[in-house]
Structure formats: structure tokens, C-alpha cells
């Protein structure tokens, strides 16, 4: 089984191989073959390596293969060398799997975009650098990883960079992505100084031993990892990008701006749990970041009116919702909310592309409605999704792992009752948008006509996609029901478990109350925007500097151009021409004007130079006399 | 000897006034020539009758008589005068004549102010100075064989008319004054100057 | 004799100012030269009474050198004289300023 784990990231190579070489000559249904074929079987060989590991579970947790030895430079020896645990299996499953799916809507969706090929191509090395991160076995391969998905992330963003913003996008993506990348390498060079080593599995088992809980060292190393992760995981203070970033096909926004990139951090402080035990303080500033960016990306999405802007707050907030139950500990409810968020925010995704497709590029939910009757299986797949995202009770794979979450930021030891309150107010707003969004697009009265049915090729990955959002959930049942525990169990073979505190009220009273706060935000955004009321509401205007500050996502962008982008403009203004350089051509300049005023006494009149021999004459005999 | 010697002083001096007030290049020639012949008395005076000999052999005659060369050459008359008649007005001559007069008066001061003893003159005989020429100095005569050399082939050099290869920094100025180079075929101009001047 | 080659120095001095007043007021370079002519003179003057007063023949030899050197700037600059007569139809030093920066 070792042997297979070197074939996953490699089939999508040689699909970005392929494609980028030849990828011009190829026939479009070749290209599609080989985009979405290469990583079909990637999905496959997971899948295969996934039961051969449940089956049976390899000796030390993990599989490992040793490919061959990137560079040795004295102490430090990095290996091209993978590893699939418990964690990582979790992960390319979602990367593989859904990526499948998502490459399978692309063959359809993007047919007739003229760079087909060069589509599948980023598509592909995305998928493989991705899967390179999270199979890494040392943090220097995962950095490789992470720099190739921030890479593909900038060329599918800019993928029609035909028009300006797009590219705009593109670039705020990346550079934004880099504070964030600056911060976890140089916390890489700190582990390394530290630890003397950079494999994953060393500096789990030696940090314990070195580190003291809570020094400097380790909340410096852990808060520069965070910011590594926040960067590409678009928390609060670098979130602004991921908005942005939708300007690239809808495809993308589902396989990387929801499903797999922008959980990178997530994957990034779960793998590295084992340093961020030691320092409770990041921990703590982990759950506080999630906590704040879960409620000022919901509130944000509230006001949205573009449907993708929509679904990139939602998953800002919902990623928020990750960083939460991993900042309180409860590191298998992060990655059981990850696992059904890449399902149900893929299936949204996807259907909004289909929707917005289907009415020639509107992207304004208010320019849609009506579309329950036109389009019924996207609506029921979609119902599917935003069901899930507003953790309907029982009937949704986000509910187990929202309740969980929710349950966890009271009841860890880390946990308390502000982020307890946070949580449930996020799952309000969530509840609340999710039903303005489904009302507005589906229910009322037609404003744009579909110009065409959407193909069956996107209508499958829909349907698998809504099926697991429904039913992703049932592996998870919380400990007061059933106590079936496969994933969490799964899971825990690498992470630890979650502290809980001593003294616990009930979970059923917590999971009534988020039930009944879920319920009450579906049905207050169903008194605001059914029927004609929704028109009604969007255009109050008592509301509208609210609304203006929220759709612009808390002002954010004025924000940071006010405090870096305006102070660097002056420097760059105050220094345009170049103030060092101006004391050289000072130097210059005064001996230019120097020799301008001399070279007036050589004026060419024989007499003026013959007086000016008298006048030294008589200067050296004057002082002699005098002296 | 002292009597000779006020006198021929007093000469010289006033012969020199004369050349640098005369308007005419021929009058200031030939005061030029009395300077001379004074400065050779002088010289007499002081006991040194080879250099008066010399004084008078080249000074006024061989050089004066190049200066009148020069002078008929040129055809410096009337118009000359007449023009420095113009040129020299007050305002011309007032500053450096003040200048050079507290350059003298400065001189003469030093002159007579580090030592009172009385500086004896005697005769210096020709027959040391030869010895001491062909000695001593035997460089610096041959030296100065190759400085009259040196003159004689650059005056005979500079002196020759040839129009043509007037030098490129002059041409345009010689065009701006409407001098035509009439002895120059355009073929013989070289490349360089072509180019330049095109 | 009393005083005697202080009062020649004297005269060489005055000689040489005059010498130089011409060079200064002058324009006409042949004038000029001839004013230089005076000041070499006069040079030679100061050397030969020098040369007396220390009983020395070397006052005597630099007057020779001198005279050589006059023989020789006289020559070349009459020469150039011409020339610039000819390329310039004039004798003002005044106009003759294409060296000026």
C-alpha cells in the first residue's frame, strides 16, 4: 500500500504536464479526459489506500513512502517523502473526491472558454500542490505545497485576465496570501533553530521535551504559524482577499476558495497540534480570531447581493467556525466541519455557477427569482447546501458538525460562554443569510429568463455533491444520540481528544438551543424577504449606511488603504525623487554651478587673464611686505 | 661710471614711456631701439661690455628689425595709429596702470628694506663668462640650441600661408567672415572635416 | 658707486612695470609683444646687475639664455602675428577669444 501514495499527487502532474506542454494541439474532449481522468483515479487510488487503512491500519498510524532526498545541507536533510495518517487521509479524500467532482462540472461548465486546456492545467497543479501539502511528511515539502496552491490560486483567480479587476483580484490574492506565507516561514526557520529539524513527526515528538508551556519561543514559533495559516485561511485581519478572489470561475471559487486551499490553515494548525498545546495563549488568540471572523464575515454576507460573494463570507465565517473549535481544542469537530463544509460549500458553488450560467453571467440575486420551478434539481441540490450551511437539525451534514462546534466552544476547557455566544449569534446569521439567499434566487418572481438547461454532466456532481451534504453528517452523531463516533474516532488516532470541563450542563439543552436559534434565523429571513418584502427590506432606507458597511465587508479594504496603503503613497511620493540621490546631485549641481560662475573669468581676453597674473603677483608680494 | 650710468638710466627709462604711449608701431620702434641702445650703456656701466655688445646686436638690431619686418609686412600706418588713438582712452589704461604702480612701489620697498650694506659693483671680465658658458653650462646652451631651433623651424612653420589647412575650429568663424578658402580644391578636404562640417 | 645696484635694480624694476603697463593697456598685439620685450629686457637688466654685485659670471650667462629665448618667443610670435592677421584681418587681442568657454 506504501507504493500507491506517490500516485496520487502524480497523476494530476502528469495531467498539468500534458496539458500545459501540448495542451494548444489537444481536441477539447482529450483535454478533458486527461484533466478530470487524472484526477478521477487519484480519487480512486484514495479511495482504495482509504479502505486498505481502515481495514487495516498500518504499524505506527501512517503510511509512508520515501521518494528520494530533495537536498541534504549540513544538519538539515529534507526528503521528497510522503506520509498518509489518519488527518491526511481526511484530507485527500476532500481533495481528491471532490476535486473529481469539481473537474467533472468543469469539463461541461468551461467548454466553451477558448483556454480550455490551460484551465485543466492550473486545475490539475493545483490539485497536486495540494495534495503535496497535506501529504508532506516535513514542513518544508508542505511549504512547497503551499506556495504551489497559493500560485494556482493567482492563476485561476486571473484565469480571464482579459479584464482588469479580475487581474486586480488576482494580485490582492496573492500578495495578501504572502503576509501570511512571510509569517510561516520565518516561523519554519525559528522551528528549525529551535528543534534542528523540520519533519513533522520530529517536532511533534520533540517539542514536548524542549519547549517549557507558554514561553516566549513557542508562542512566537505558534503565532507566526497562525498568521501563516489566517493568511490563507482568510481570517480576520487577512480576509479581505478571499471576496475578491471570486472573480475566477465558479468551479474554482468550489474546489479552492471553499473546498481545499482555504483550509489549508486549518490542516495547518491541526497537523502542528502538538506545538500549539504548549502554548495556551495562541490557542486562545486561535478561538478569538475565529470567533470575531465568524460574525463579521456572516454579518457581511448579510448584505451581499452578488450570489458568490455570498458563499465566499459564508465561507469565511464557516472557516471561522474551524479556527474555533480548533482554538478551544476540539481539533475533531475542526476537521469533521471541514470535511461537510468542502461538501455542501462545493455543491453551492457549483450551483451557482449552474444558476448564474443559466442567466447569461447575472450574478445579482436580486436579478434571479423564481428559479424553484425552472430549475428544480439545482434548486433541491441546492436546498441541499444551504440547508446544511444553516445546520438545519438532523436533516444536515452541517448540523453534527456546527452542534459539535457550538457544543465544544462551551463545554472544552478552553471554551467559554463569549465564544459560546458568538458561535450561536454566527449560526443565526447563517441561518439568516442562507434563507435570503435561497428565497431571493428561487422563490418569487422570475427577472431574468434562462436562456438554457444546464448540462447533465453538472447536474451529477451536483446531485453526489447534495447527497453527502445530507448525509456526511451520520458518521458524527453527537454523544447524547446514538454515540456513533466513526469520524472523530478516526480522527483521534492523530489528534488528541478535546479536554472537556469538569462540571457539564446537558447537551440536549445546547443542542435545543442552537436548534431554536437556527430556527429562528430561517424564519425571521423568511418574515423579511418572502413575497414582496424582500424588495421591500433591501431598499429601507434607514438601513442604507448599515447595509453600505456591510457590503463593503466592515469597510476592511478602506481600512487597510487607509493605514498602509495612504502612509506608504506618501512615502513613495515624498520619496519619488529619490532623497539620498538628491545629496549626490547636489554634489553635482554646486560644482556645475561652481564652474558655471568660474568659467565666466575664462572669457578668452588675453588682458583680463595677464591682470589676473598681476593680481597673484602682487597678492604673494603684499604678503611678504606685510608679513 | 656713475654719472654714465644716471644718465643712460634716465634715458632708458624715458625712451621706454615713449614706447608704450606711441601710437604709431614705427615711432614705438625706434624709442624702442634708444631703450635698447640706453640699456646697453648701462650695461657698459656696470662693467660688462660682451652683454652690452650683445644688447645692441640683438636686441636692436636683430629683433627690431623683425618687428619692422613684421610691421611693413602687415602695412601698420595711418589706420593703425588713428586705431590706437581709439583703444587706448583713459579707462583702459587708468586700473592697470594704478595695479602696476603698487606692484613697483611695493618692489622697490623690498628692494631697499632687508640690507643697508652698500652693494659694490665690480667688473665681470668676458673671458669668465665664456668659461663659465662652455663649463658649467654647457647643458643649457645646448639646450638652447634646441630652443632656437625650435623657433626657427615653428616661426617658419606658422609663418607659411597655407590657407587650407586652416583648423576646424577656426573654419567656421573664417566663414562667418566671408573669407573664401579660394586655394582649396573641396576633393582635398578630408574625410574628417567633411563630415564635421556637414 | 654707492648704491649702485640697488638704483640698477631699481631701474630693471620700473622698466619691467613699465613693460607690463604695456602689455595691460595695450591691444594691439604687436605692441603687446613688444612690451613683453621690454619686461624680458629688463629681466636680463636685474640679472647682469645681479651678477655684478656677487662678481659672478652666471648673471652675465642667464642674461645670454634670456636673449636666446627672446630671439626665439620673438620669431614664433611674429609668426603668429601674421597668421592671425591673415585668418582674422585684425590685431585686436580683444576679438581673439576663441579659446573662451
Given at each position: ?57 498500518p504499524a505506527g498510524g501512517a503510511f509512508h513512502q520515501l521518494l528520494w532526498s530533495w537536498f541534504k545541507v549540513g544538519k538539515l536533510s529534507i526528503d521528497i517523502s510522503l506520509q498518509v495518517d489518519a488527518l491526511t487521509l481526511v484530507f485527500i479524500f476532500i481533495i481528491t473526491f471532490v476535486g473529481a467532482l469539481i473537474h467533472i462540472y468543469s469539463t461541461f461548465f468551461m467548454w466553451h472558454d477558448g483556454d480550455y486546456a490551460r484551465f485543466f492545467a492550473s486545475m490539475n497543479l493545483f490539485v497536486c500542490a495540494m495534495l503535496l501539502l497535506v501529504m508532506a511528511d516535513n514542513l518544508v515539502l508542505l511549504y512547497l505545497g ?463 587673464y595677464i591682470v589676473g597674473v598681476l593680481a597673484g603677483i602682487l597678492f604673494i608680494i603684499t604678503l611678504q611686505l606685510l608679513l | 661710471m656713475s654719472t654714465l650710468f644716471y644718465i643712460s638710466s634716465i634715458v632708458a627709462v624715458a625712451s621706454t614711456v615713449m614706447v608704450i604711449t606711441r601710437y604709431h608701431p614705427v615711432h614705438a620702434l625706434l624709442y624702442l631701439a634708444v631703450s635698447f641702445l640706453s640699456v646697453g650703456m648701462i650695461f657698459l656701466s656696470l662693467g660688462a661690455p660682451f652683454v652690452a655688445a650683445l644688447e645692441i646686436i640683438v636686441y636692436a638690431g636683430a629683433i627690431i628689425v623683425l618687428f619692422i619686418f613684421v610691421v611693413m609686412m602687415l602695412n601698420l600706418g595711418r589706420e593703425t595709429a588713428q586705431q590706437e588713438k581709439e583703444w587706448l582712452q583713459p579707462k583702459v589704461w587708468v586700473v592697470p596702470s594704478i595695479l602696476v604702480l603698487i606692484l613697483l612701489v611695493e618692489m622697490i620697498i623690498l628692494l631697499f628694506s632687508d640690507n643697508k650694506d652698500i652693494m659694490r659693483i665690480s667688473v665681470v671680465d668676458p673671458r ?71 | ?101
Open positions: 500500500m506504501n507504493q500507491l501514495l506517490a500516485y496520487i499527487p502524480a497523476f494530476p502532474l502528469i495531467g498539468f504536464l500534458i496539458l500545459s506542454l501540448f495542451g494548444r494541439k489537444l481536441p477539447k474532449p482529450v483535454i478533458a479526459t486527461i484533466g478530470a481522468g487524472t484526477v478521477c483515479i487519484a480519487a480512486i487510488i484514495t479511495i482504495v489506500l482509504g479502505v486498505s487503512f481502515l481495514q487495516t491500519p503551499w506556495e504551489g496552491v497559493g500560485l494556482c490560486s493567482y492563476l485561476l483567480i486571473g484565469f480571464w485576465y482579459e479584464v482588469p479587476s479580475n487581474c486586480r483580484a488576482a494580485n490582492k490574492a496573492f500578495l495578501i496570501t504572502r503576509i501570511g506565507d512571510t509569517a510561516l516561514l520565518i516561523g519554519l526557520f525559528l522551528l528549525f533553530r529551535e528543534l534542528g529539524t523540520l519533519n513533522i513527526q520530529g517536532i511533534l515528538q520533540q517539542a514536548p521535551a524542549h519547549f517549557t508551556t507558554g514561553s516566549a519561543n513557542i508562542v512566537l514559533i505558534t503565532i507566526l504559524l497562525m498568521i501563516g495559516g489566517m493568511g490563507k485561511s482568510a481570517q480576520m485581519p487577512l480576509q479581505t482577499w478571499l471576496p475578491d478572489a471570486m472573480a475566477g470561475p465558479s468551479p474554482v471559487s468550489a474546489l479552492i476558495h471553499a473546498a481545499t486551499m482555504v483550509t489549508a490553515g486549518v490542516y495547518l494548525i491541526a497537523r502542528m497540534h502538538g506545538l500549539f498545546q504548549l502554548s495556551p495563549v495562541t490557542m486562545t488568540i486561535v478561538a478569538i480570531i475565529g470567533a470575531c471572523t465568524l460574525l463579521v464575515a456572516g454579518c457581511s454576507a448579510l448584505a451581499q447581493t452578488d450570489i458568490k460573494r455570498i458563499l465566499a463570507y459564508s465561507t469565511i465565517s464557516q472557516i471561522g467556525y474551524m479556527f474555533l473549535a480548533l482554538g478551544v481544542g476540539a481539533w475533531s469537530a475542526a476537521i469533521f466541519h471541514f470535511f461537510t463544509h468542502a461538501f455542501f460549500k462545493a455543491l453551492l458553488f457549483l450551483a451557482a455557477g449552474v444558476v448564474i450560467e443559466a442567466l447569461h453571467h447575472e450574478h445579482n440575486i436580486f436579478m434571479m427569482g423564481g428559479l424553484r420551478k425552472r430549475m428544480p434539481i439545482v434548486f433541491v441540490t441546492f436546498l441541499a447546501g444551504a440547508a446544511a450551511l444553516s445546520a438545519l437539525p438532523l436533516v444536515s451534514a452541517g448540523f453534527f458538525s456546527k452542534d459539535a462546534i457550538l457544543w465544544y466552544s462551551w463545554s472544552a476547557a478552553n471554551g467559554n460562554v463569549f465564544l459560546w455566544l458568538m458561535a450561536l449569534a454566527g449560526a443565526f446569521i447563517t441561518a439568516l443569510y442562507s434563507t435570503r439567499l435561497m428565497l431571493v434566487v428561487f422563490w418569487g418572481e422570475p427577472k431574468t429568463p434562462v436562456h438554457e438547461a444546464p448540462a447533465q454532466g453538472m447536474i451529477i456532481p451536483l446531485i453526489v455533491l447534495a447527497f453527502f451534504s445530507v448525509t456526511a453528517g451520520f458518521i458524527e452523531w453527537p454523544h447524547n444520540m446514538m454515540h456513533l463516533t466513526l469520524f472523530s474516532d478516526h480522527v483521534q488516532k492523530v489528534l488528541p481528544e478535546t479536554i472537556m470541563k469538569a462540571y457539564l450542563p446537558s447537551e440536549w439543552f445546547f443542542q435545543a438551543i442552537a436548534a431554536l436559534v437556527t430556527g429562528a434565523g430561517i424564519y425571521l429571513g423568511y418574515t423579511m424577504y418572502y413575497g414582496k418584502a424582500g424588495v421591500r427590506w433591501q431598499q429601507s432606507p434607514g438601513l442604507a449606511s448599515t447595509r453600505e458597511f456591510l457590503f463593503s465587508g466592515w469597510k476592511f479594504d478602506q481600512l487597510y488603504n487607509f493605514i498602509f496603503v495612504k502612509p506608504f503613497l506618501f512615502l513613495t511620493r515624498i520619496n519619488k525623487s529619490d532623497v539620498i540621490d538628491r545629496m549626490y546631485n547636489g554634489i553635482a549641481q554646486g560644482s556645475l554651478r561652481l564652474s558655471n560662475w568660474f568659467s565666466v573669468s575664462q572669457n578668452g581676453s588675453l588682458r583680463l | 669668465k663668462v665664456a668659461l663659465s658658458l662652455y663649463g658649467e653650462y654647457i647643458i643649457a646652451v645646448e639646450l638652447t640650441g634646441f630652443l632656437l631651433m625650435a623657433g626657427i623651424v615653428g616661426a617658419a612653420h606658422i609663418g607659411k600661408h597655407k590657407r587650407s589647412s586652416l583648423h576646424r575650429f577656426l573654419q567656421n568663424g573664417e566663414n562667418g567672415n566671408g573669407k573664401a578658402h579660394t586655394g582649396v580644391p573641396p576633393e582635398q578636404v578630408s574625410n574628417e572635416q567633411t563630415v564635421l562640417h556637414d | 658707486m654707492t648704491d649702485s645696484a640697488h638704483m640698477v635694480l631699481m631701474v630693471a624694476t620700473v622698466l619691467f612695470g613699465l613693460g607690463l603697463i604695456g602689455v595691460l593697456t595695450r591691444k594691439n598685439v604687436v605692441f603687446m609683444l613688444i612690451s613683453v620685450e621690454i619686461m624680458l629686457n629688463a629681466a636680463g637688466l636685474a640679472f647682469v646687475a645681479a651678477g655684478s654685485k656677487w662678481q659672478q659670471p652666471d648673471g652675465q650667462v642667464m642674461f645670454l639664455f634670456i636673449l636666446a629665448m627672446a630671439a626665439a618667443e620673438v620669431s614664433v610670435g611674429l609668426a603668429l602675428v601674421l597668421q592671425i592677421y591673415h585668418q582674422h584681418k585684425t590685431m585686436d587681442v580683444e576679438d581673439l577669444k576663441e579659446l573662451r568657454d
